[in-house]
């Protein structure tokens, strides 16, 4: 299957500064990838969709200035937590799709850990 | 509209059968289902499109109810290696992908 990577593995911070989060297909074009949240033993929550080369759509509830997502190419997409908080301390995992249909296989990164303190 | 998944966990030894529902209350476009290791991403096991189809080889197969509200996921003579949390996504048409809740599933020797 198609790999996708994602950096860093795990981010410790403290409270206030700005973490990125990058998001890579390796071998394969991704028209569209997702940024979901997952909280221990919890389903992935979908923060946003991102199309390259257009703004993200954020999901009801999620701070759109908070999460600066950027998707300059058909291989990255970055998430970066602004003045992160410890309320912000999660594991991020990001997806990609060659076309973004809802029929398409989204491929999972390996994930970010991210803690705040 | 999130999937209910059922049941919410599940312990077997190894060799045992096991079967994963995931329902919606609304015709669904599609049903994706996934594994996830702990602290690993999630790994793409099959999707589903059609009423009435099942796929997959004789280890692990799913099926969409010809109504396409419910699909299931079969896990046959499981391997230890079969352990982890099991989630359906499911759409509408043109809609994004919304995961279930997840089903935790431990083999035991």
């Known amino acids: 299957g198609a790999v996708v990577s994602q950096h860093p593995s795990r981010v410790i911070c403290k409270s206030g500064t700005s973490v990125k989060i990058e998001c890579r297909s390796l071998d394969f074009q991704a028209t569209t990838m997702f940024w979901y949240r997952q909280f221990p033993k919890k389903s992935l929550m979908l923060m946003a969709t991102?199309?390259?080369?257009?703004?993200?759509?954020?999901e009801q509830g999620v701070e759109k200035d908070k999460f600066l997502i950027n998707h300059a190419s058909l291989t990255l997409s970055t998430l970066t937590v602004t003045s992160a908080h410890p309320e912000d301390s999660s594991f991020y995992i990001c997806s990609a799709s060659s076309s973004g249909e809802s029929t398409d296989t989204q491929y999972f990164g390996p994930g970010t850990r991210l803690t705040v303190l | 509209q999130q999937p209910v998944q059922s049941p919410q966990a599940v312990i077997l030894r190894e060799g045992e059968d096991a079967v994963i529902n995931c329902s919606s209350s609304?015709?669904?476009?599609?049903v994706h289902w996934y594994r996830q290791k702990h602290g690993e991403a999630p790994v793409f096991l099959m999707i589903l499109l059609k009423g009435g189809e099942q796929k997959g080889h004789d280890k692990i197969s799913a099926s969409f109810n010809e109504k396409k509200q419910q699909s299931s996921l079969y896990l046959t003579a499981s391997q230890l290696s079969y352990s982890g949390t099991y989630f359906c996504g499911t759409s509408n048409r043109d809609d994004k992908i919304i995961f279930g809740k997840g089903t935790r599933l431990h083999i035991l020797p």
């Open positions: 991102s199309n390259e080369g257009s703004k993200a759509t954020y």
């Open positions: 609304k015709a669904l476009y599609s």
